[in-house]
Antibody, heavy 121, light 107 residues
Framework: QVQLVQSGAEVKKPGASVKVSCKAS????????ISWVRQAPGQGLEWMGW????????NYAQKLQGRVTMTTDTSTSTAYMELRSLRSDDTAVYYC??????????????WGQGTLVTVSS | EIVLTQSPATLSLSPGERATLSCRAS??????LAWYQQKPGQAPRLLIY???NRATGIPARFSGSGSGTDFTLTISSLEPEDFAVYYC?????????FGGGTKVEIK
């Protein structure tokens, strides 16, 4: 069965960086893209960006351009999201999510369990 | 950036009633729209994609319609497990954005 298992909760100081991992299993990793979506406490969902697990191409949300980097390691079927220059409003649960189909990107049928990132001095 | 506006913010209904949720896009997204359900402490669950296609395992009481800028999610008869927050999401221009959500609560 398809599973996306994310790394554990993080507490960071303002200005620091965080790197969250998402380990995939149960399918051919390089056949599907992965997006990252975050959700601030009590708020809605925010799409952060997408990465092709096939060739590493990325597409980031405009508001995060320059602060976010998404990568994959095909040898371990793991996707990573790094966010730099953290601010208090980056406090959120961060989800990785798999594309619905190999040819249908940016709809998400499998999600990780979420990683809480807290930014606090 | 395409903005999605969902209405109403909260819908108070009883089990067995029909729920109609709206999502309006700031510009046309063709049929590139999905709906998700999220319960507290859980990741979202895909219900509908391409405006009207039910995802695998989604009950037939969930249906989606619309194209262009106006979309609707209908739950024909609410079951107790359907009380949750619902989000629409578009994927036009190779970027995804979500609406602000509609909470369906028990009246």
């Amino acid at each position: 069965q398809v599973q996306l298992v994310q790394s554990g909760a993080e507490v960071k100081k303002p200005g620091a960086s965080v790197k969250v991992s998402c380990k995939a299993s149960g399918y051919t990793f390089t056949s599907y893209g992965i997006s990252w979506v975050r959700q601030a406490p009590g708020q809605g969902l925010e799409w952060m960006g997408w990465i092709s697990a096939y060739n590493g191409n990325t597409n980031y949300a405009q508001k995060l351009q320059g602060r976010v980097t998404m990568t994959t390691d095909t040898s371990t079927s793991t996707a990573y999201m790094e966010l730099r220059s953290l601010r208090s409003d980056d406090t959120a649960v961060y989800y990785c999510a798999r594309d619905l189909d190999t040819a249908m990107v940016l709809y998400f049928d499998y999600w990780g369990q979420g990683t809480l990132v807290t930014v606090s001095s | 950036e395409i903005v999605l506006t969902q209405s109403p913010a909260t819908l108070s209904l009883s089990p067995g009633e029909r729920a109609t949720l709206s999502c309006r896009a700031s510009q046309s997204v063709s049929s590139y729209l999905a709906w998700y359900q999220q319960k507290p402490g859980q990741a979202p669950r895909l219900l509908i994609y391409d405006a009207s296609n039910r995802a695998t395992g989604i009950p037939a009481r969930f249906s989606g319609s619309g194209s262009g800028t106006d979309f609707t999610l209908t739950i024909s008869s609410l079951e107790p497990e359907d009380f949750a927050v619902y989000y629409c999401q578009q994927r036009s221009n190779w970027r995804g954005t979500f609406g602000g959500g509609t909470k369906v609560e028990i009246k």
